[in-house]
């Protein structure tokens, strides 16, 4: 009857006799271990429900003797847990008395593995509501019960609120928009909710908690409450809005912004590192405007500078092209005047010989003068011989006339012949002075030719020599007009290169001129942007006055735990 009533039982009962040999297993327990027993291989490779029975409770411990001193000590009832691999058994042994003797053990055998989580899961809860606020609420609101950290976050005893709706934390505007009303629904419906939220305390004052309203569902499957676990994050935000507001001040330039206030603990290093950033920033900012005031000054005199050079190398550029033009034009003066010369020279060296044989013929007229002059002399002297005969032939024909009268009669033929003869003397002796008279004067004009003629080979003698100077010294304005072209041609090209490089020069010059007024402008617009932050009485000193714009350049050519739950420590344990 009684082991009928225990195999009805469905507590894991096992009866062990007082040596500790198992004698019975109800139903219940076979099921239990069956259930484990391949796990439990892995840890007793030998076990074997079916063979449990005869078998010695020892096989389920590591110290037997240990075990068995405390069976033997055992006089109440005594509870432990066990774990086998990944199984953990409670066991509840019961000591048997017979006679006020030991007679054996009931063993009480249950799955650990519920109880154990749900400890598990409470030490998760208990874990959680020593670090968060924690609530817990009815679908519509109302407030079912609450820890005390979250109690001594907003300020309330918990019988203040118990009994009253959620609305009580939130603010007025909040609590009566729609979106308050569906965040209920929503949590009515089965979705949570997360996030910052601004509370009110009793007090009116405004904390931010951050946290999850957790509809948690019943047995049948349907959201029965909600939960919600949060953590005040109210001096967070508050440290958020302070270093928020400071950069906001940072950002429009303000670098004297100094968080004075301390954050908390975890956040306090960023306060400290923020105010060190801006001073670090303020101190770089101040010597980037002292800097930048002096590479603008710099600039402007590079600006003023440049445009001077810009506008004497324009100044030397325009006179140099027109020193080229003079230039070119010059050279091709003196090469057409050494052109001229060297026709010049051709032209002298031709007079030269034209004047020396004009000097050669000068000289042989004045040897035929001469001759003429001494033919002259000859036929003056026949001349004269031809008076001479004249006269006797005159006298000669005088005579016979005087004979012939003397003849008489006889004679007078012979008279006219006389008279005749003497005619004929008389007119050669006239005839013969008009020669001797035109030889004379023809004679002096040739004595006097003569004489011209001497003096015009003189003359001619004369000018050949000059001639043949002017020739030489032709010829050597000539070469000297060939050297000058020569040189002037090769200063023409040195001008002209010179002409280029200016050109050049004149562009990299308003290059330079260029990138000294970007530079000037690049400045400016770094003096702009700097004067942006106040940087204090250290950073004013960096504001200059704008040099002068400077004058326009005109351009010159060129050719890129979770908590753990805490494990039982009795000896059964021991396995």
Same mark, same amino acid.
């Given at each position: 009857m009684l082991e009928e009533a225990v195999e009805a039982l469905r507590t894991n009962v096992m009866i062990a006799d007082k040596d500790l040999n198992i004698t019975y297993l109800n139903p219940a327990v076979q099921e239990l271990l069956? &259930?484990?027993?391949?796990?439990?291989?892995?840890?007793?490779?030998?076990?074997?429900?079916?063979?449990?029975?005869?078998?010695?409770?020892?096989?389920?411990?590591?110290?037997?003797?240990?075990?068995?001193?405390?069976?033997?000590?055992?006089?109440?009832?005594?509870?432990?847990?066990? *774990?086998? +691999?990944d199984w953990a058994f409670d066991l509840h042994v019961s000591p048997l008395k017979r006679r006020g003797k030991s007679a054996g053990f009931v063993v009480e055998w249950s799955d650990a593995h519920h109880r154990l989580a749900s400890e598990d899961f409470a030490a998760q809860i208990e874990a959680i509501g020593r670090s968060q606020a924690m609530i817990e609420f009815k679908l519509d609101g109302t407030i079912v019960n609450a820890n005390e950290r979250f109690l001594d976050v907003m300020g309330y005893q %918990?019988?203040?609120i118990v009994g009253r709706k959620h609305e009580i934390f939130a603010e007025q505007e909040y609590r009566e928009s729609p979106e308050y009303q569906h965040f209920w629904a929503a949590l009515a419906s089965g979705a949570f909710q997360s996030g910052e939220f601004r509370r009110v305390r009793k007090d009116g004052g405004v904390v931010t908690i951050q946290g999850a309203y957790n509809p948690i %569902?019943?047995?049948? +499957?349907?959201?029965?409450? /909600? /939960?919600k676990?949060?953590?005040?994050?109210?001096?967070?935000?508050?440290?958020? &809005?302070?270093?928020?507001?400071?950069?906001?001040?940072?950002?429009?330039?303000?670098?004297?912004?100094?968080?004075?206030?301390?954050?908390?603990?975890? %956040? $306090?290093?960023? *306060?400290?590192d923020f105010n060190s950033a801006v001073e670090t920033l303020q101190a770089t900012m101040t010597s980037v405007g002292a800097t930048a005031g002096a590479i603008r000054a710099g600039a402007d005199e590079i600006g003023v500078a440049s445009d001077e050079l810009s506008r004497r190398t324009e100044q030397q550029a325009s006179s140099l092209e027109e020193t080229a033009a003079a230039l070119?034009?010059?050279?091709?003066?003196?090469?057409?005047?050494?052109?001229?010369?060297?026709?010049?020279?051709?032209?002298? %060296?031709?007079?030269?010989?034209?004047?020396q044989r004009s000097g050669d013929v000068m000289g042989e007229a004045i040897s035929a003068m001469s001759e003429i002059e001494r033919s002259a002399v000859e036929i003056t002297n026949i001349i004269g011989v031809i008076d001479e005969i004249a006269f006797q032939t005159n006298l000669l024909a005088l005579n016979a006339g005087v004979e012939a009268a003397r003849a008489g009669d006889a004679g007078r033929g012979f008279a006219v012949v006389a008279s005749e003869v003497r005619a004929l003397a008389q007119r050669s002796a006239?005839?013969?002075?008009?020669i001797k008279g035109l030889i004379a004067g023809s004679s002096q004009q040739v004595t006097k030719g003569v004489k011209l003629v001497g003096e015009t080979g003189q003359a001619l003698a004369v000018i050949v020599e000059r001639v043949a100077e002017i020739d030489a010294l032709i010829s050597e304005i000539a070469t000297s007009a060939r050297e000058q072209s020569s040189g002037l041609s090769?200063?023409?090209?040195?001008?002209?290169?010179? $002409?280029?490089?200016?050109?050049q020069n004149a562009a990299m010059v308003?290059?330079?001129?260029?990138?000294?007024?970007?530079?000037?402008?690049?400045?400016?617009?770094?003096?702009?942007?700097?004067? *942006?932050?106040?940087?204090?009485?250290?950073?004013?000193?960096t504001r200059q006055q704008a040099a002068p714009e400077p004058r326009p350049v005109r351009l010159v050519a060129v050719g890129g735990g979770r908590a753990q739950a805490a494990q039982a420590t009795s000896d059964w344990e021991a396995f």
């Amino acid at each position: 009857m009684l082991e009928e009533a225990v195999e009805a039982l469905r507590t894991n009962v096992m009866i062990a006799d007082k040596d500790l040999n198992i004698t019975y297993l109800n139903p219940a327990v076979q099921e239990l271990l069956q &259930t484990a027993e391949a796990d439990l291989r892995k840890e007793l490779p030998n076990f074997s429900v079916a063979k449990l029975v005869g078998s010695n409770i020892d096989i389920f411990h590591k110290n037997p003797a240990h075990q068995r001193g405390m069976l033997a000590a055992l006089t109440k009832p005594h509870s432990a847990t066990i *774990r086998v +691999g990944d199984w953990a058994f409670d066991l509840h042994v019961s000591p048997l008395k017979r006679r006020g003797k030991s007679a054996g053990f009931v063993v009480e055998w249950s799955d650990a593995h519920h109880r154990l989580a749900s400890e598990d899961f409470a030490a998760q809860i208990e874990a959680i509501g020593r670090s968060q606020a924690m609530i817990e609420f009815k679908l519509d609101g109302t407030i079912v019960n609450a820890n005390e950290r979250f109690l001594d976050v907003m300020g309330y005893q %918990l019988n203040e609120i118990v009994g009253r709706k959620h609305e009580i934390f939130a603010e007025q505007e909040y609590r009566e928009s729609p979106e308050y009303q569906h965040f209920w629904a929503a949590l009515a419906s089965g979705a949570f909710q997360s996030g910052e939220f601004r509370r009110v305390r009793k007090d009116g004052g405004v904390v931010t908690i951050q946290g999850a309203y957790n509809p948690i %569902l019943g047995p049948d +499957g349907k959201v029965a409450k /909600v /939960v919600k676990f949060a953590t005040d994050v109210t001096q967070r935000v508050e440290a958020v &809005t302070v270093i928020g507001d400071a950069l906001t001040a940072l950002a429009g330039g303000d670098l004297q912004r100094r968080i004075t206030t301390k954050f908390i603990p975890e %956040l $306090d290093k960023l *306060r400290l590192d923020f105010n060190s950033a801006v001073e670090t920033l303020q101190a770089t900012m101040t010597s980037v405007g002292a800097t930048a005031g002096a590479i603008r000054a710099g600039a402007d005199e590079i600006g003023v500078a440049s445009d001077e050079l810009s506008r004497r190398t324009e100044q030397q550029a325009s006179s140099l092209e027109e020193t080229a033009a003079a230039l070119d034009q010059l050279t091709s003066t003196v090469n057409s005047s050494a052109a001229n010369a060297q026709k010049a020279a051709a032209v002298a %060296l031709g007079a030269r010989g034209d004047a020396q044989r004009s000097g050669d013929v000068m000289g042989e007229a004045i040897s035929a003068m001469s001759e003429i002059e001494r033919s002259a002399v000859e036929i003056t002297n026949i001349i004269g011989v031809i008076d001479e005969i004249a006269f006797q032939t005159n006298l000669l024909a005088l005579n016979a006339g005087v004979e012939a009268a003397r003849a008489g009669d006889a004679g007078r033929g012979f008279a006219v012949v006389a008279s005749e003869v003497r005619a004929l003397a008389q007119r050669s002796a006239e005839a013969a002075k008009e020669i001797k008279g035109l030889i004379a004067g023809s004679s002096q004009q040739v004595t006097k030719g003569v004489k011209l003629v001497g003096e015009t080979g003189q003359a001619l003698a004369v000018i050949v020599e000059r001639v043949a100077e002017i020739d030489a010294l032709i010829s050597e304005i000539a070469t000297s007009a060939r050297e000058q072209s020569s040189g002037l041609s090769e200063v023409n090209v040195a001008v002209n290169q010179m $002409d280029q490089v200016t050109q050049q020069n004149a562009a990299m010059v308003e290059e330079s001129t260029a990138a000294s007024h970007s530079l000037r402008q690049e400045t400016e617009g770094l003096m702009t942007m700097i004067g *942006r932050f106040q940087l204090g009485t250290a950073g004013s000193s960096t504001r200059q006055q704008a040099a002068p714009e400077p004058r326009p350049v005109r351009l010159v050519a060129v050719g890129g735990g979770r908590a753990q739950a805490a494990q039982a420590t009795s000896d059964w344990e021991a396995f």
